[in-house]
């Protein structure tokens, strides 16, 4: 495969944020390192550093290291804090409810809320993993409010057409169809219609 330079390659920016579904950001770091034209850039709240701990075997700085460049979320002066900052779109996963408001609200007083905010007004693809259950109206009337400024919503719902047998397979669902958005392929992405149902 020929190699790809930093001038020519593509970049995502990749937001954890302190909500439940730290695997879904490693498994999905993990798959775009697979895609040598793609170039990650990550910033971890502190909320999401303590999942992380709680919810994998990783170190936060282990995960940090999973992404080409990755930001401390007080670097509110960070390249991917500005728009001139050359992205193809950010994704927040997991993202939870307090990110999700502090978006909605422009309250951009850290670098992964920043990041977001740059991506909506320079019209990019933003994803957001949401992650609460049950939602409340609050959190509703949130998330309506984001896809009307163009973010795709995408909750990870788990999927059983695809009879998964582990966790490893719905996990890989989720991320395949997220990282679908941005025309990444993930091996294993079983799609409708591509499936035996039978």
């Not at 950010?90 to 999700?100: A, F, G, L, R």
């Not at 490893?168 to 025309?183: A, T, V």
Request: proline share 4%.
């Amino acid at each position: 495969m020929e190699y790809m330079t930093k001038v020519n390659r593509k970049r995502l920016v990749i937001g954890m944020s302190g909500a439940s579904g730290a695997p879904l950001g490693i498994e999905l770091l993990k798959i775009v390192r697979e895609h040598p034209e793609w170039e990650t850039h990550l910033v971890i709240s502190k909320g999401a550093e303590e999942t992380i701990i709680q919810e994998t075997a990783y170190e936060p700085r282990e995960v940090m290291n999973l992404a080409d460049k990755a930001y401390s979320i007080k670097d509110i002066g960070a390249s991917i804090a500005s728009g001139t900052f050359k992205t193809e779109g950010m994704i927040i996963v997991p993202c939870s409810m307090k990110t999700v408001a502090g978006i909605v609200c422009g309250y951009s007083d850290n670098l992964l809320l920043r990041a977001a905010d740059v991506t909506i007004k320079e019209r990019r693809n933003l994803v957001i993993v949401a992650r609460e259950c049950p939602l409340s109206t609050i959190h509703l009337r949130n998330m309506l409010s984001l896809s009307e400024l163009g973010a795709t919503i995408m909750p990870p719902m788990i999927t059983y057409y695809n009879k998964p047998t582990s966790m490893e397979d719905l996990n890989r669902h989720i991320i395949g169809k997220i990282l679908d958005r941005f025309g990444i392929q993930v091996n294993g992405f079983r799609r409708w219609g591509e499936i035996s149902t039978g």
